[in-house]
């Protein structure tokens, strides 16, 4: 199989026994391609190569370099696609009737129910998400487990929780950890939450979540790595070797390197499988 086009991040699903698959979905500059199913590629032997062209995901313009997660200066300072309240939920105001970018957009996307959330993923975190993205935020991220936390009506409110508890817990990854072989934990989640709860008080008691039901995630990886070396395009530009395992967004290869979809959307690459 050969595919030539621009990188978007990776789309996924999770089956009943909680077995991740993903999806590759590309652009031709700003025009959707076929989705392809990237786990079937996992075994196979991989080439990556960028020719150094490099297209905003908003506009379609060529840029030198992105910001965010595929977009030109512009549009980074511009577009819905890098609203404040994005990286910082508590930052909303589209409840209050205030948009902070783009009312449309923010109402389509935060002015919905949110999740407050505890997911383990190189250690326990907390995060926040649309209730929709359940569980495609935590696919993203490489947990092999979460619990929900609270149920908010909107985004800030689930960022200020967020914030609220960032004293007792990280809401960072540490990628090279996540990468690794991560057993899951259940009794440390809900433990995690019970603490939370007991933090946050009668204040926020209203939004929490009753049920303690954990989501299990396993990722289609044949073998985890000991040690890992991220591969950026821009200075490597040809990667090639068998594709030993995807897990958050990056693919692994046997040879130790790593190389992370999401953070390369925009780039137009060549890609051979098999």
């Given at each position: ?5 621009n990188?978007r991040?990776m ?5 009943e ?9 590309g652009?031709?500059?700003?025009e959707p391609?076929?989705?392809l199913?990237?786990g079937?590629?996992v075994?196979q ?9 490099i ?14 997660e595929?977009?030109?200066?512009d549009?980074f300072l ?5 609203c404040?309240?994005i990286?910082?939920?508590e ?5 209050e009737?205030?948009?902070l ?6 109402r389509?996307?935060h002015?919905q129910?949110?999740?407050?959330y505890?997911s383990q993923?190189?250690?326990?975190k907390?995060?926040?998400?649309r ?10 991220q ?5 619990i ?8 800030q409110?689930a ?6 508890l ?8 540490q990628w ?6 991560v ?7 809900v433990?995690a939450k ?5 933090t946050?008080?009668?204040a926020y008691?209203s939004?929490?979540?009753?049920s303690?039901?954990?989501?299990a ?7 985890h790595?000991a040690k890992v ?5 821009d200075?490597?530009?040809r990667?090639e ?8 967004q990056?693919?692994?290869f046997?040879h ?8 390369h959307?925009g780039y137009?690459v060549?890609?051979?499988?098999g």
């Amino acid at each position: 199989m050969k595919w030539v086009g621009n990188v978007r991040k990776m789309g996924s699903s999770v089956d009943e026994h909680g077995r991740v698959s993903y999806f590759w979905r590309g652009a031709d500059i700003l025009e959707p391609m076929e989705v392809l199913l990237a786990g079937d590629w996992v075994g196979q032997r991989v080439k990556l190569e960028f020719d150094g062209d490099i297209h905003c995901v908003a506009t379609g313009k060529r840029i030198k370099k992105t910001y965010g997660e595929g977009l030109s200066y512009d549009a980074f300072l511009k577009s819905p696609l890098a609203c404040p309240s994005i990286i910082r939920p508590e930052l909303s105001r589209i409840h209050e009737g205030i948009a902070l970018r783009d009312e449309a957009w923010e109402r389509a996307n935060h002015l919905q129910p949110h999740v407050v959330y505890i997911s383990q993923t190189s250690h326990l975190k907390v995060g926040v998400t649309r209730a929709t993205n359940v569980p495609s935020r935590w696919v993203d991220q490489g947990a092999v487990g979460a619990i929900v936390l609270a149920n908010t009506p909107y985004r800030q409110l689930a960022g200020e929780i967020e914030v609220a508890l960032k004293e007792v817990m990280s809401d960072r990854t540490q990628w090279r950890a996540m990468l690794k072989e991560v057993a899951l934990d259940e009794e440390a989640l809900v433990e995690a939450k019970e603490e939370c709860m007991d933090t946050l008080g009668m204040a926020y008691e209203s939004f929490f979540e009753d049920s303690d039901d954990i989501t299990a995630l396993s990722f289609p990886v044949l073998q985890h790595l000991a040690k890992v070396t991220s591969c950026k395009l821009d200075k490597h530009p040809r990667l090639e070797g068998k594709l030993v395992g995807i897990k958050g967004q990056y693919w692994m290869f046997e040879h130790g390197q790593v190389w992370n979809v999401r953070s390369h959307a925009g780039y137009r690459v060549s890609l051979e499988v098999g």
